[in-house]
Every structure is written in C-alpha cells, then in structure tokens.
C-alpha cells in the first residue's frame, strides 16, 4: 500500500516557492559530514567504504543501512560541516537520489523515512537550492509536494512513537512552509494533537519505556510548536499539554552529566541534546521525586543513580532484559553504566545488549531476566519483542538519616528457579557512597517447592548467580587489596573503591561498550561478584565509596579530547 500511494500521489502539483524562509532545526555532527565526504557512510549499525562513488550505488542487503540511507538524516551532518564541498555533495546527491527514485521507486518509500526525509529537506532547503538555476530546483519542488501529500494519506501507518510523531511533524512543517500546501496544516496539527493525547501518558511516559525516544519526541513537539507559533498559529492543546508532561518525566531520567539513562533502546544522546529540548520546552518544572516511566531516581551530593524498578515493555521490539539494573553518574562522569542500545553496531550487537548480562544487574547463570520464547530467535531473525517477562515487581523509597534508599524486587527467576531477586541501594546524604544488598530467595511455599524440583533435576549444586557492574570505559578498573577491592579511577581524578562482604567471588572482567559516536564497541571492564543458591536464600552485599584522598568538591578541570569519528577501540 506504501508504494502504491506512492505512485498515486506522484502526480501532485509542485509547490511554488517557500512561504517561511527554511531554517535549520536538526543538528548534525561535523566530523561525520567529514566521515560522509572521504566517502566513509556509518550509517544504520554498518560502516562501509566507498570512497570517489554515490551512495546510490552501494550494493549492500543491509536494510537498516538502506533505510538510514534513504532518511537523509545524514544531511544534517553535510549541513553541519557547511563548506563548499559539503553543499556541492548535499546538492549532488539529493539529485541523484531525486532522479533515481522521486516517483515512488526505490526502497524509501514508507511513511517513517518519507517523513524523515521530508523533514531534512525543508530544513536543509537553503543549502539544497543554493546557488541552482531555476530548471535544476523543479525537481525538488516538485518531490515536496509529492511527499506532502504521500503522507496525508500514509502517515498513519508509520510504527507508533518516534516515527509516527517525525511523520507529522513533518506533514505540518509542509503545511506552514510550501506555498500550496496550506491546507494541509489544520489537519496535521489536530492529527498531531490526537497522537498526542493517546501516545503521551498522564505521566509523561512512553509505551517502550525509551527515555531517547522520548527525547527524541519531545525535540520533534518542540519544532512543531515554534514552526506554529512563528507562523502566528497556536498548537493544538493537546500537543502543549504533552510537552509539558515530557518534560518534568526526561529530568527525572537525566543523569547529573547531562545525558539520558541508557535503557530499553536508548542511549545517553548527543551532547547537550537533552539540556537544549528541556530549555526550548519552556517547561520549568522540577523532576518528580517519585520517579517516571518505571525507573527510580535518586540523587545526592554531586551523584545520580537510575534505576529500572518496572517489567520491559510489553510488545516492543527494543525492550531490553533490564529490570532492576542501575546506572550510577558522578558530576559529569559516567561510573556504572548499561552498556548500552548498539544502535551502531548492527544488529546482533543489539540483539545481545538486551540480554541482562550487558546491564548491571543481578542473573542467574544461563537465564535472562525476561526472555524470548523457545525457538522464537530462529523461527523471525529479526528483533522480537521479549515474550517471558517478570509479573511483579515492586518499588518502595526510603529516606533515611543517612540517605536516601530503594528496594526493589522481580520475579523473574520464578518460573524455572523459584527464586525472586530482592535489590537494596542506598546512597548517602553526601552522594559519596552507595551500599546495596543482593538477595535471591524462595519467599513461599511453591516458590521453595520449585527451587527443589530445580535442585534435584541432574543433582545440580546450585543455581550459579552473578552481580554484575558494568564500567563506563572512561573508568580505570584495577584489583586492589590482595583481589579484595576494585580501585576505579575516573578521568576526572575521583577515586572510588569496590568491596563486598566476601560471601561471593569478586573478579574484574572484560565487556563491552557501545558508543553511539563508533560504529564499533568500545572495550571496557566489568565488576562481578559470583556464587551459588545452595538453600532457600543467599545474598550478596557490597559498597562502592568514593576514597579519603577525594575531595568533597573535585571539578573536571578540562574537558576530554574527542576521539576521531568512527575510530574503534
């Protein structure tokens, strides 16, 4: 139906000219638009070579390579670069790509990319039409209008969330900006408030638990209102109402450097995204305590911790096996991390950094958290929503005199263990030391019926568990205290020290970080402490504190050289 509409609506009559001067809203990243000119494309989680050639005419299967391809998010980064060379290859390029596939052709043609695509060149309109005889801009004119009106019919198509949204917001920049497509924008702006009002929860909250997509969302609200309010038009009142429930939601899940908590497909963002969204919402409200979209925050001193205290989402395809997981920021230096969405990397880095081994978090030995259903990996290789899911779980806060306190449990290791997993944090007042408590019990009498059914299948030992505390790869890790500690080093010269109670086995080991700047993982290292359910309960207890010599006020004195783009470690 995509492509039939397509070759529909080519038809439709060009547009005449721009009503609204274009104006870049999107920004990209220099040094990729230099990536893109030397003829290096990372795009869709491959990178791949072809220096001197189109883009047009690389040969590749790949099809989320293809679809960024043809969403033309890369020409934020043409944009960015903005020399000569830069506006001649946008210019170059776009054409081709016009006269290959403008009519409905070509594998572009689904509503998400068309309004991706559409988005970018009412933007970029004024690096497109620079310096081009008028007979060389009719093509674009006239794919304007055809994409306008692909997408009045279509836009309801494109997969609810991030996508849906950038159809819109797409589908009424049209209508504001292009001379003839005026009466496009009554529509779009209610269809816009409508998606608004069933996608956006009371609480600020996305279905997929996403925190970047919901960023993601709330950049494309925010263009679309200053689009209207330039316009001298008002947004539909559904639509500010959804951004002024985003936004309290995304400062409950920023950490204290800035970036998002990495989660559920989502990575940390680009640098200073998430601060620009929050000051262009114009929404001044504080974060909520009591945390948003099923994570638990807590702060103090110059540390944040991030929790996942709710079940994966139900039906998203990005959901990752993350529950109970943390995430723990010191000022603006990332300490325990999940290692992230592998947005970059391709997809069967994505598929195993949603297995709870990548996030820092307790697991049982071969057992995920949440897990697919048997057979289900072979039978649809592509991503798959997560099938087997913890039931319950639960949340409480404390504050204390010391502190402040989360205890959190799942279910997750019910069904083939009969053990539930109980979590305690603890950071105190001062945000210079976080205590937890790791606990894996058969809390009823079916619970410890399973859990020795479990023991005396094969007459095992045990069940094999291990506590896992992803490093960020910026943290120096090293054993210390005869292997009795862990000594992590930050570049900002914070040091912080790793012990436990000595009921487990504690090991440093090798893991991996997925950056959204290197189409490769980044090497890192991982905390792990390792032992057996033999009875109904066994816990593990540990401490992560800053050490003595840390002043109370250290500051980051200069910031880190930016590694070459698409460099792998």
């Not at 603890?426 to 937890?436: H, T, V, Y």
């Amino acid at each position: 139906m995509d492509r039939l509409e397509a070759r529909r609506t080519a038809g439709a009559p060009p547009v005449a000219g721009f009503i609204v001067e274009p104006a870049p809203r999107s920004i990209g990243d220099p040094a990729r638009g230099r990536d893109l000119l030397a003829g290096r494309f990372v795009l869709g989680g491959r990178c791949i070579d072809a220096p001197g050639r189109s883009p047009w005419d690389i040969e590749t299967s790949d099809t989320d390579f293809t679809a960024a391809l043809h969403g033309f998010g890369w020409l934020d980064d043409l944009a960015a670069l903005g020399d000569g060379l830069a506006c001649r290859t946008a210019q170059a390029w776009t054409a081709q790509w016009l006269a290959r596939y403008a009519r409905g052709r070509g594998p572009g043609w689904t509503p998400a990319l068309a309004g991706r695509r559409l988005l970018r060149w009412l933007f970029h309109a004024t690096l497109l039409l620079s310096d081009r005889p008028d007979g060389e801009t009719d093509p674009l004119f006239a794919a304007l209008a055809h994409h306008t009106a692909f997408l009045t019919r279509r836009w309801h198509r494109a997969p609810p969330g991030a996508a849906r949204f950038e159809a819109l917001a797409a589908l009424l920049h049209a209508g504001i900006m292009l001379e003839g497509m005026e009466s496009h924008l009554a529509s779009a702006r209610t269809a816009l408030g409508l998606e608004c009002a069933e996608r956006i929860g009371p609480d600020g909250a996305i279905s997929g638990r996403n925190p970047e997509e919901l960023l993601d969302i709330l950049t494309l609200l925010n263009w679309a209102s200053s689009a209207l309010s330039e316009a001298g038009k008002m947004a539909d009142r559904d639509h500010v109402a959804a951004i002024e429930r985003i936004a309290p939601t995304l400062r409950s899940l920023r950490h204290a450097d800035g970036t998002l908590a990495r989660f559920h497909g989502g990575g940390p963002g680009a640098p200073g995204r998430l601060d620009r969204a929050l000051a262009e919402s114009g929404v001044r409200v504080a974060a909520r305590d009591t945390g948003a979209m099923g994570f638990a925050r807590i702060t103090a001193g110059r540390s944040s911790l991030i929790a996942d205290a709710a079940a994966p989402p139900a039906g998203s395809s990005a959901a990752h096996a993350s529950t109970l997981a943390f995430e723990l920021t010191s000022g603006r230096r990332p300490v325990i991390v999940s290692c992230g969405p592998a947005a970059l990397q391709g997809r069967e880095w994505r598929r195993a950094a949603r297995a709870t081994a990548l996030h820092s978090t307790l697991a049982v030995e071969g057992m995920a958290s949440s897990r697919l259903r048997p057979g289900r990996v072979l039978a649809r290789p592509g991503p798959v929503p997560l099938a087997i899911r913890p039931e319950a779980v639960t949340l409480e806060r404390f504050n204390e005199p010391y502190g402040r306190a989360l205890l959190m449990s799942h279910d997750g290791y019910v069904p083939g263990h009969g053990l539930t997993h109980v979590r305690r944090l603890d950071l105190s007042a001062d945000g210079r030391a976080l205590m937890g408590e790791d606990t894996l019990a058969a809390i009823t009498p079916d619970h410890r019926a399973r859990f020795d059914r479990f023991m005396a299948d094969n007459w095992r030992q045990g069940a094999r568990f291990c506590v896992r505390f992803q490093l960020h790869p910026d943290v120096a890790a090293s054993l210390d205290e005869g292997g009795a500690s862990v000594l992590l080093t930050l570049a900002s010269g914070e040091r912080w020290r790793f012990r436990h109670d000595g009921a487990a086995m504690l090991s440093l080991e090798p893991s991996v970080y997925f950056d959204e700047s290197r189409p490769r993982p980044r090497a890192t290292a991982q905390i792990v402490l390792s032992s057996l359910v033999t009875e109904y309960a066994a816990q593990a207890n540990w401490t992560l504190a800053k050490t003595g010599e840390t002043p109370v006020a250290v500051r980051d004195i200069e910031m880190d050289a930016p590694a070459p783009a698409g460099q792998a470690d």
